[in-house]
């Protein structure tokens, strides 16, 4: 049974950064390399969006265009966990941010929310002043 924890989210500034963490346990620690880590995100009233994903097999990384150039994406395989570094927050980056994950996937299905099995429970992120 695999399970993702999520942590770091929390309140900023716009123009203000935050780094979060989402760890994958009951796996064993040479397995963690062949999964692909999704982050999506949902804000009030909103459909569950794509906002990166980091390719297992290549550690390849891909962005939405909303946030290309202020997230970047990284991975541990050691410590099974990947990051995602957020920079330059703005008000609209303001939402719940999941972590999913899952073995195989191909490039054109990172962004889709039903090719992972594998979810976080998500953590908040509010930026305001």
């Known amino acids: 049974q695999v399970q993702l924890v999520e942590s770091g989210g929390g309140l900023v500034p716009p123009g203000g950064s935050l780094r979060l963490s989402c760890q994958l346990s009951?796996?064993?620690?040479?397995?963690?390399?062949?999964?692909?880590i999704g982050w999506f995100r949902q804000g009030p009233g909103s459909e569950r969006e794509f906002v990166a994903a980091?390719?297992?097999?290549?550690?390849?990384?891909y962005y939405a265009d909303s946030v290309k150039g202020r997230f970047t994406m990284s991975r541990d395989n050691a410590r099974g966990t990947a990051y995602r570094q957020m920079d330059s927050l703005k008000t609209e980056d303001t939402a719940i941010y999941f972590c999913?994950?899952?073995?195989?996937?191909?490039?054109?299905?990172?962004?889709?929310?039903?090719?992972?099995?594998?979810w976080g429970q998500g953590t908040q992120v509010t930026v305001s002043s």
């Open positions: 980091i390719k297992g097999s290549s550690s390849s990384t």
């Open positions: 999913a994950a899952d073995r195989h996937l191909v490039t054109s299905s990172l962004g889709l929310p039903s090719q992972y099995d594998n």
């Open positions: 009951g796996n064993s620690g040479s397995a963690f390399r062949t999964y692909s």
